[in-house]
């Protein structure tokens, strides 16, 4: 797999609170390309090799993926110079980008339904003012709708999508398959879990990276409190912010209507992020009935 790129940044230095500076941009076309690290396997984690094609010419290398910008920009390093390859051109000089890091993403896939007033509508349409409901039935608006826009060849682990299938969390839910990030909460026994935490190698999976396409968006949305609203019938958390926004594609449009970034408190209930903390009824619940999917339980532990 391999993605193409418009502009190289290269980084200039990184100031004392560990950012970034940019010089650039140069508009010099480059590829991206999985297989460096020996396994061409769709997806290049940070820490692994990449092939950097430039303008058809292949740079010297061997170069790292050490990171990712805010945007989702891969860092490269070649042991002496780092660089950013992007296809954003107004980055510009003198820009300081956050330092690489794994940020966590609380998203919808495309096509959920999110539960309203009016039935269920594709979080995809709902619009700033429009009303959900939460789990409890209370009415409440819509204060933003996030996107974020995922690269399938980048996608760290909190960015994995993750498939619940209809009927897999119990009494019938979700009643239509659902795709989450692997960070996004659901609510199940009155804990936040997380999807990937979930997974049980049968009917909740990981999304394969090959079987998507080169870039994905997904959506969160954010109500004035941390809330539990209905995706495709699922209780589902909304956006919490444990990063903040700049990750999102529209982060500019959140500045333009509030200004500055607002703190939203977590509910008050506990959280699961790993599968060795499911309380074990609900482990029980997600158990597959094909005991050959036991060793597969056993590595996602």
């Known amino acids: 797999m391999s993605e193409n790129f418009t502009h190289i940044y290269v980084i200039g230095g990184v100031d004392p609170g560990g950012n970034y500076q940019l010089q650039g941009p140069n508009a010099i076309s480059s590829t991206v390309s999985d297989g460096a690290d020996g396994v061409n396997d769709t997806s290049t984690a940070v820490g692994d090799n990449v092939t950097w094609t430039v303008s058809s010419f292949l740079f010297s290398g061997p170069y790292e993926l050490i990171g990712l910008t805010i945007d989702g920009d891969p860092v490269l390093f070649d042991g002496v110079s780092a660089y950013v390859a992007s296809n954003n051109p107004t980055l510009g000089p003198g820009i300081v980008m956050p330092s690489p890091d794994t940020s966590y993403t609380y998203c919808f896939a495309a096509g959920t339904l999110i539960a309203t007033p009016s039935g269920d509508v594709p979080v995809e349409t709902l619009t700033i003012g429009d009303t959900v409901l939460t789990a409890a039935a209370r009415p409440v608006p819509v204060r933003w709708i996030g996107r974020q826009t995922l690269r399938s060849l980048f996608a760290g682990p909190s960015q994995q999508l993750v ?84 990750a999102f594609d529209n982060f500019g449009e959140y ?47």
Not at 211 to 233: K, R, S, W
Not at 268 to 280: D, F, T
């Open 163 to 246: 498939r619940i299938c209809a009927g897999a969390l119990g009494g019938g839910l979700p009643y239509s398959d659902l795709t989450v990030t692997a960070d996004h909460g659901m609510i199940l026994d009155g804990v936040v879990v997380n999807a990937s935490a979930l997974v049980n190698g049968d009917s909740i999976n990981f999304v394969p990276l090959a079987d998507l396409p080169a870039q994905v968006t997904v959506y969160h949305v954010e109500t004035e409190a941390h809330d539990v609203i209905l995706a495709n019938g699922a209780p589902s958390e909304t956006f919490i912010d444990y990063r903040d926004r700049r």
């Open 255 to 301: 500045l333009d209507l509030y200004g500055v970034e607002r703190i939203i408190p977590e509910m008050a209930r506990p959280r699961v992020s790993s599968r060795r903390m499911l309380p074990q009824q609900i482990r029980n619940r997600l158990e597959p009935a094909d005991a050959s999917m036991a060793p597969v339980l056993a590595r996602l532990a």
